[in-house]
C-alpha cells in the first residue's frame, strides 16, 4: 500500500472555502482509480492546517491521477488560498494495528 500525506495551510477567510471544495470533489478523488482511502484531518493547534492522508494501490496510479483533469482542476481552485507552501509525503504503509 503507498501512502501519500500532504499538509496544507490556508490563510483564515480561505478555510471555509477549502473546506467546501474539498467537500465538493473529495467523491471524486476516492472514486479515481487506485485510491483505496482518503481521510481529512484538521490539526488540533492551528485551525487553519489540513492534512490529506490517501491510500494508493501503486505510484503509478498516484501519478496519473495527478496528470488529470480531476486533480488539475482541483489544485487550480485550491493553491491559490495557500498561506504556507504545501507539504507532501509518500510513504509505504508497513503495517496497521487494530
Known amino acids: ?10 490563510g ?12 465538493k470533489n473529495k467523491n471524486k478523488i ?8 482518503l481521510e481529512l484531518y484538521r490539526d488540533k493547534t492551528n485551525s487553519t492546517v489540513f492534512f490529506t492522508y490517501s491510500y494508493w ?9 495527478r496528470h488529470s483533469d480531476v486533480f488539475k482542476n482541483i489544485w487550480k ?11 507532501a509525503w509518500s510513504v509505504d504503509k508497513l503495517e496497521t494495528l487494530k
Open 1 to 10: 500500500m503507498f501512502v501519500r500525506i500532504v499538509k496544507l495551510g490556508f
Open 12 to 23: 483564515e477567510e480561505h478555510v471555509n472555502t477549502f473546506l467546501a471544495n474539498f467537500e
Open 30 to 37: 476516492r472514486s479515481f482509480e487506485g485510491c483505496k482511502f
Open 57 to 65: 494501490e501503486s505510484e503509478a496510479h498516484l501519478e496519473t491521477y
Open 77 to 87: 481552485e485550491t493553491k491559490v488560498l495557500f498561506n504556507i507552501k504545501p507539504e
